[in-house]
């Protein structure tokens, strides 16, 4: 180790260092130690600074430690940094002379605690899973229509509060009783526990549901627990299990006796049945309608024909038809006449263009006599004319 640069000795003849000689021994002291070492706690002030280095804080109930990440190895990085979550990172602990701080400079970050919980529930799982508590044979079926439901969660997460409008919106008539329970922390699977026991010992619910929204493996932990896998087991009541989201699964989804992928779904579950109900009364309304209304529509096409029929039987109706009959005679035979006229002036001898004539017409003799105009005048005797005169003798 490099001998650092004293100021002196004091009274004792201890050594005295300057700020600048202390400073370097510790960070060598540091060094040799704290060469590569492992730290796990919460992330506090993320933060990426315009040179691409990160800089955050791990915390836990009792002391803060200063973290570096060196843009090379934030490039590398594969997990997901941000404020509040729990992280192992690994580095060597150095001092900043110009503050007197020490940090540690990161080059490796993990995930705290996922492989130890992932192992911790496959043991369980495979545990259970010997002792039949997952056995289908066992699981009892979920009421088709549930009128009072239990519900073990926390009163004010978004969770219940789907539930219940769902409920409210499809079958107003179900009954929900809310145990209240933490979903998350230390004590949660036992409250959730206790919850299950305590319908069954005093509510007269149709059936249970245990649910939380979704979150990761640590926080949906509490119903991976033991205790409550053998509380839902031992339920006299059927219990659907709905944590998470679709691709979240918990062991009491594998004990429960229905596994419901989210609160939401298990809402719709219970209220399937009087939903299927009402659309079932809302068809048959229509159907109902629908053949009334053809009903109705046959019966007055009927009573039409009818009024048509009794009508024309009636004497009023023998008379209108007699009516119709004759006028239709009647104007055939003006047809006719009307025909034959015209052809009677298209023959007659005086008759001109346009019906108009172009003879004159003279009596003498008790005969008829006629000429064309302008052969000879209208008065002139007809025996003078001598031209374009014919006699027809009566």
């Known amino acids: 180790m490099k001998e650092p640069e004293l100021r002196g000795r004091g009274e004792a003849g201890e050594a005295v260092y300057t700020v600048s000689a202390l400073t370097e021994e510790l960070k060598t002291l540091l060094h040799s130690t ?58 060597g602990l150095d001092i900043y002379p110009p503050r007197g701080s020490y940090q540690l400079i990161v080059d490796l970050i993990q995930e705290t605690g996922e492989g130890e919980l992932a192992r911790l529930f496959e043991q ?19 009421p088709a229509a549930p009128r009072r439901v239990g519900l073990v969660t926390s009163p004010t997460g978004a969770a219940v509060r789907d539930f219940l409008r769902i409920v409210r919106e499809h079958a107003s008539g179900i009954r929900v009783e809310i145990v209240p329970a933490s979903v998350q922390g230390k004590t949660a699977a036992r409250e959730i526990a206790d919850g299950v026991r305590l319908l069954n010992r005093l509510a007269e619910v149709d059936v249970i549901v245990v649910m939380r929204g979704g979150g990761s ?32 699964f918990t062991i009491s989804d594998f004990v429960a006796d229905l596994r419901e992928p989210t609160p939401t779904a298990a809402a719709h ?100 006599a006629w000429a064309r105009r302008g052969a000879a005048g209208v008065g002139q005797s007809a025996r003078d004319s001598g031209a374009g005169i014919r006699r027809l003798r009566g």
């Open 124 to 142: 369980l799982k495979r545990r259970l899973a010997a002792e039949g508590l997952f056995d289908p044979a066992r699981k009892r079926p979920i």
């Open 34 to 91: 704290y060469r590569s070492i492992w730290v796990e706690g919460e992330v506090s002030g993320w933060k990426v600074s315009p040179s691409g280095h990160a800089y955050f804080n791990l915390k836990d109930e009792n002391a803060l430690l200063a973290c570096v990440l060196w843009r090379s190895t934030l490039a590398r990085l594969k997990v997901k940094v941000q404020d509040g979550r729990k992280l192992r990172v690994r580095g």
């Open 269 to 368: 579950i219970i209220v399937k049945h009087e939903r299927e109900m009402l659309l079932g009364v809302e068809r048959a309304l229509a159907r109902m309608e629908n053949a009334a209304r053809s009903a109705l529509e046959l019966a007055r096409e009927r009573l039409l024909r009818l009024r048509g029929v009794i009508e024309m039987r009636s004497p009023l109706g023998r008379v209108a038809l007699l009516r119709q009959n004759l006028d239709r005679l009647l104007s055939r035979q003006m047809d006719l006449v009307n025909a034959g006229l015209t052809a009677r002036r298209a023959a007659w001898p005086c008759a001109g263009r346009n019906g108009l004539p172009r003879c004159a017409v003279v009596c003498y003799n008790g005969g008829i």
């Open 217 to 248: 493996l640590e926080d949906l932990w509490a119903f991976n627990e033991e205790e409550l896998a053998r509380a839902i087991f031992a339920s006299r009541i059927p219990v659907i299990s709905a944590v998470g989201h679709e691709i979240d």
